[in-house]
């Protein structure tokens, strides 16, 4: 059984850097595709980016100045730095393993990042 | 960029059924996802690829999409399926994923 673990600092101070880490067990990170995606509080969802299979990286086009992503195959882990963050990137970020039709198939139980000095 | 378009909210009283719409020009010609999150809780696949379910979803979840509108709807509502819906596309033309705002299902 597929199980996706987000994990980093809660708190981050504004302009910093933002660093999540997405462990993955029962599943391969070189197989599948793989995204990040965030919720404010009391908002909606908001699609960041994903990696594929490959290591072919896809983002927001309004995050795309900001973000990167990347894996560990040895660690079978995925990342996401997200630069020069401010209040509203505080968010529930969530990471998940698409099917083949883009849909989110298996999710983490998200981790919450607050940004704040 | 592609934009999908839901209504806030929903109301329906138990054992009717809801339906839930997704906006967006051209939505017949892609794929639809549908996701169901509770409080404090990750998003839920409950269709996928318009009308497609998930093992473990329920028969009273369904999917359609026609058009520039796709609808999921919940037969025999029960009070455990207040939520909020999420709709979601991969929009081939960018290679990118678009959510729908949310609507939020009240079981009255």
């Known amino acids: 059984q597929v199980q996706l673990q987000e994990s980093g600092p809660g708190l981050v101070k504004p302009s910093e850097t933002l660093s999540l880490t997405c462990t993955v067990s029962?599943?391969?990170?070189?197989?599948?595709?793989w995204t990040w995606i965030r919720q404010p509080a009391g908002k909606g969802l908001e699609w960041i980016g994903g990696?594929?299979?490959?290591?072919?990286?896809y983002y927001s086009p309004s995050l795309k100045s900001r973000v990167a992503m990347s894996s560990d195959t040895s660690k079978n882990q995925i990342f996401v730095r997200l630069t020069s963050v401010t209040a509203a990137d505080t968010a529930v970020y969530y990471c998940?393993?698409?099917?083949?039709w883009g849909e989110g198939r298996v999710w983490g139980q998200g981790t919450t990042v607050t940004v704040s000095s | 960029s592609y934009v999908l378009t839901q209504p806030p909210s929903v109301s329906v009283a138990p054992g009717e059924t809801a339906r839930i719409t997704c906006g967006g020009k051209?939505?017949?010609?892609?794929?639809v996802h549908w996701y169901q999150q509770k409080p404090g809780r990750a998003p839920v696949l409950v269709i996928f690829?318009?009308?497609d379910r998930p093992s473990g979803i329920p028969e009273r979840f369904s999917g359609s999409n026609s058009g520039n509108t796709a609808t999921l709807s919940i037969s025999r509502v029960e009070a455990g399926d207040e939520a909020d819906y999420y709709c979601?596309?991969?929009?081939?033309?960018?290679?990118?994923?678009?959510f729908g705002g949310g609507t939020k299902l009240t079981v009255l």
């Open positions: 029962g599943d391969s990170v070189s197989s599948y595709y």
């Open positions: 690829f318009d009308s």
């Open positions: 998940a393993r698409e099917g083949p």
């Open positions: 979601q596309v991969w929009d081939r033309t960018s290679d990118l994923r678009v």
């Open positions: 990696i594929s299979a490959s290591g072919t990286t």
């Open positions: 051209n939505l017949g010609t892609q794929g």
